[in-house]
């Protein structure tokens, strides 16, 4: 069974600092592109950064880039979000999802909740 399961949200003061992790288990994870996804209240997901198999491919979204990293950790099957700066707009549920080139997003977690208020 695939599973992936987020944590390390919680609230944070504007200008802090989160570490979310998603641990992975069900398939062979070193061989599987991810991405991070987000869903504001009241809002469409976004897509926040995306990192291949290998992990030299990286791409992030304008609202993030300088201040979110995305890393992974093939050995751990775990996939990693470092924010930095954070901002209000940045209050959503953050969700880890497997994204393979062919078959889109085809699975997720159940999120993390991040909240950026001061």
């Known amino acids: 069974e695939v599973q992936l399961v987020e944590s390390g949200g919680g609230m944070v003061q504007p200008g802090g600092s989160l570490r979310l992790s998603c641990a992975v288990s069900g398939f062979t994870f070193s061989t599987y592109d991810m991405s991070w996804v987000r869903q504001a209240p009241g809002k469409g997901p976004e897509w926040v950064s995306f990192v291949n198999n290998g992990g030299e491919m990286i791409y992030y979204a304008e609202s993030v880039k300088g201040r979110f990293t995305i890393s992974r950790d093939n050995a751990k099957s775990t996939l990693y979000l470092q924010m930095s700066s954070l901002k209000p707009e940045d209050t959503a549920l953050y969700y880890c999802?497997?994204?393979?080139?062919?078959?889109?997003?085809?699975?997720w977690g159940k999120g993390t909740l991040v909240t950026v208020s001061s």
């Open positions: 999802v497997r994204d393979p080139p062919n078959d889109g997003m085809d699975y």
